[in-house]
């Protein structure tokens, strides 16, 4: 069992940027990789960043390449989302996921290889 915690969110204006957490405990870190998924009201949920249990590999959604940067701390037990040029259309609440890999470069990128999800902490972009 891997217990996820997400903290960082809030209320920012345009431009500006957040630094989402995710805090981990539980089984063994890095043998997960790690995702950040949003949801929008209304809307399904959407992927927006990997990483791989290394931290050596990471992928990101085109609505957020660029813009994000997901990363791990695997001493510390925790995955990073740093976003920054946020837009409204951003606004949504965010998740973080961890999917067990037996290697070091793997990432996934659709929610159902992920086993064990954040409870979630809200972003808020206005205009």
């Known amino acids: 069992q891997v217990h996820l915690v997400e903290s960082g969110g809030g209320l920012v204006q345009a431009g500006g940027s957040l630094r989402l957490s995710c805090a981990a405990s539980?089984?063994?870190?890095?043998?997960?990789?790690m995702g950040w998924f949003r949801q929008a009201p209304g809307k399904e949920r959407e992927f927006a960043a990997a990483v791989s249990r290394s931290g050596g590999s990471t992928y990101y959604a085109d609505s957020v390449k660029g813009r994000f940067t997901i990363s791990r701390d695997n001493a510390k037990n925790t995955v990073y989302l740093q976003m920054n040029s946020l837009k409204p259309g951003d606004t949504a609440v965010y998740y973080c996921?961890?999917?067990?890999?037996?290697?070091?470069?793997?990432?996934?990128?659709?929610?159902?290889?992920?086993?064990?999800w954040g409870q979630g902490t809200q972003v808020t972009v206005s205009p």
């Open positions: 996921a961890a999917g067990l890999t037996l290697y070091n470069s793997d990432y996934y990128l659709d929610p159902s290889d992920y086993a064990y």
């Open positions: 539980g089984r063994t870190f890095n043998n997960y990789a």
